[in-house]
């Protein structure tokens, strides 16, 4: 069993920046592939970036390319997500999910471990 806690939410103000983290504990899974995900008032769950098990690929939504950087260090069982520039479509809550696989994926039901979810709040 895998445990994610995410951390680092808040409120920013547009054009701030934040930087998530999400820790893993508990088994130890090593060829696992990471993304974050965001889910806003009203809407479903939409993946936000991913990244493979040795951080050499990652992908982006467009809604956050060139904004967002998601990255990780394996000796930490920790993965990023760097959030600049920030807009007020960006507030929903973010969550980290693991998958028991070193290639990333789009789809939610790809990942087997999800985090409980930090807020971010941009005001504008």
């Known amino acids: 069993q895998v445990q994610l806690v995410e951390s680092g939410g808040g409120l920013v103000q547009a054009g701030g920046s934040l930087r998530l983290s999400c820790t893993a504990s508990?088994?130890?899974?090593?060829?696992?592939?990471m993304g974050w995900f965001r889910q806003a008032p009203g809407k479903g769950r939409d993946v936000i970036a991913t990244i493979t098990w040795s951080g050499a690929n990652t992908d982006y939504a467009d809604s956050v390319k060139g904004r967002f950087t998601i990255s990780r260090d394996n000796a930490k069982n920790t993965v990023y997500l760097q959030m600049n520039s920030l807009k007020a479509e960006d507030t929903a809550v973010y969550y980290c999910a693991a998958r028991t696989s070193a290639y990333m994926s789009r789809a939610s039901s790809h990942y087997d471990y999800w985090g409980q979810g930090t807020q971010v709040t941009v005001s504008s």
């Open positions: 508990g088994r130890t899974v090593r060829n696992y592939a």
